[in-house]
């Protein structure tokens, strides 16, 4: 079975700072990974994806993903936050073999502040 | 709402009512499903379906009962409400022809069960 683990709850964050969020998964089968951004009282939006080739997968509003098999991690990172990214963040995993079921971590809210 | 409609967005409902959440889609995407958010768990897929008159379990299937008799619909059926069902549903739909795409997400569908 798959798993994945995203370890902060939270990440209060200032303006224009770099921020890094975290997520492990766990899977004995190769998977496909995902990050998703769910801004307040709205459904889920895909961030960005890892399906195959380059590790460092980029995506939308500036957000980007490093893929590190040996390390079994996922982390979504971005340069430069602004206010409007203050949202919670979702990784989620997919077997290759099945790949339209979704596994989520327990997300992470991200909380930028002036 | 990336082509996926949910209704109701809200609704209150007593302990052992019945009730049939929809969700359509504007596309002709084989693959729908069924996620459950709850506070600090992420999302868990309820049931799932591979096209019309093909659904199956997922996570956390209990209470709960599909069917999809059209492609474009697929709704959520609770037969005897219970307050561990109270939650936000999300409906989502494959992007795509194949089968590694990313899901897309309704907005969802607020539910409190009294």
């Known amino acids: 079975a798959q798993s994945v683990t995203q370890l902060d709850s939270q990440v209060p964050v200032f303006e224009e700072a770099p921020v890094e969020l975290r997520c492990n998964y766990s899977s004995s089968v190769s998977v496909y990974l995902f990050w998703y951004v769910q801004y307040p009282n709205q459904g889920l939006q895909l961030l960005l994806k890892?399906?195959?080739?380059?590790?460092l997968v980029k995506g939308i509003n500036g957000f980007e993903a490093e893929f590190n098999k040996s390390q079994t991690s996922f982390h979504l990172r971005k340069p430069s936050v602004h206010i409007s990214d203050t949202a919670e963040y979702f990784c989620?995993?997919?077997?290759?073999?099945?790949?339209?079921?979704?596994?989520f971590g327990s997300g992470t809210r991200l909380l930028v502040r002036p | 709402n990336a082509g996926v409609t949910q209704t109701p967005k809200f609704q209150v409902l007593k302990t052992g009512q019945s009730m049939t959440l929809q969700c359509a889609q504007d596309?002709?995407?084989?693959?729908m499903s069924w996620y459950r958010q709850d506070p600090g768990m992420g999302l868990r897929l309820i049931h799932y379906s591979v096209g019309a008159g093909i659904t199956d379990q997922g996570e956390v299937p209990n209470g709960y009962n599909v069917s999809r008799s059209t492609t474009e619909d697929f709704p959520l059926r609770l037969l005897s409400a219970a307050p561990s069902q109270t939650s936000v549903y999300f409906c989502?739909?494959?992007?795509?022809?194949?089968?590694?795409?990313?899901?897309?997400f309704g907005d969802g569908t607020r539910l409190s069960i009294l």
């Open positions: 989502a739909r494959e992007t795509g022809g194949r089968s590694n795409q990313p899901q897309h």
């Open positions: 890892y399906l195959s080739g380059s590790t």
């Open positions: 596309m002709n995407h084989e693959y």
């Open positions: 989620a995993v997919t077997r290759m073999d099945s790949s339209y079921k979704l596994i």
